[in-house]
């Protein structure tokens, strides 16, 4: 909680909200005496042309910023290789984006898999933070790993969802049940929209690979190709996720095929 509490996630356009402190987004709006705002000219003074040079007190326009809300998707892995400090990772991302929740500007649902998958908290349960950093924490140590089958999941949430949907993958990508291969996870990474990956890196790699000088793990080269490098953020530590708040806060471009 206290490591949320200094994270900044700010969030990118959402859809409008009629609830929710001030979004992203100028709109023009009528005047009244409940609305604050700078004057719209452009509008104002069309109106003003309009109406022969004679302005009515509904004609005077203002400028407000939309209210926006944004959801977000956290896939948490609790398979045997992610059992300890990197559930923090999970825990400490589920209580940044409750906290913007709370805060009227996004939502938020947890889903934690291993060769299964469970909801820990849905879109529109207005669920005590604590509690679910305390769900996330008290994952027992799953079994397998079964990628292709949260990313289905995933996908079949997010086709019922609004636009403006993220979602945070936050695992060792090191797939042993279901789809295996790179092409197949390719395949499914690319049915989830805004996919961003939280990489949880390994102290001693399975599987390294040489490029050039450069020795890297090949599940996380795996990764980069599925989202490229604007949307993974490898991290050790818990305290280590503000790498990914970063790259989240920032509009980037989708990955290409």
């Known amino acids: 909680m206290r490591a949320a509490r200094e994270l900044d996630l700010r969030a990118r356009q959402g859809i409008p909200s009629a609830a929710g402190p001030a979004g992203l987004q100028l709109r023009s709006a009528h005047w009244n005496e409940a609305r604050d705002g700078n004057l719209d000219v452009d509008a104002t003074i069309g109106a003003y042309v309009a109406g022969a040079g004679t302005l ?35 825990a400490t991302m589920a209580a940044a984006l409750a ?16 060769d299964q998958v469970s909801e820990l908290k849905a879109l529109d349960e207005d669920d005590d933070v604590e509690d679910v950093v305390e769900r996330i924490l008290r994952l027992p140590e799953g079994r397998a790993t079964d990628l292709g ?9 997010s086709d019922a969802l609004p636009e403006a949907t993220d979602t945070i993958l936050i695992s060792d990508c090191m797939p042993t049940r279901g789809a295996t291969t790179f092409p197949a996870l390719h395949e499914l990474t690319g049915r989830v929209p805004s996919l961003y990956i939280c990489l949880t890196e390994e102290a001693s790699p399975a599987i390294r690979m040489f490029h050039g000088d450069l020795r890297i793990d090949l599940y996380e080269w795996w990764a980069r190709q599925w989202v490229g490098d604007e949307r993974l953020a490898a991290i050790r530590d818990p305290d280590d996720i503000h790498r990914l708040v970063d790259l989240m806060s920032t509009d980037t471009p989708q990955p290409g095929p």
């Open 149 to 157: 089958r949260v990313l289905r999941a995933a996908a079949e949430l």
């Open 56 to 90: 009515q007190l509904e004609d005077y326009r203002l400028l407000d910023r939309e209210p926006q809300v944004r959801h977000y998707l956290i896939l948490v892995d609790h398979s045997g290789s992610m059992v300890g400090r990197k559930l923090e990772a999970g």
């Open 99 to 114: 906290q913007l929740s709370a805060a009227g500007r996004a939502r938020y649902a947890v889903l934690a898999f291993d």
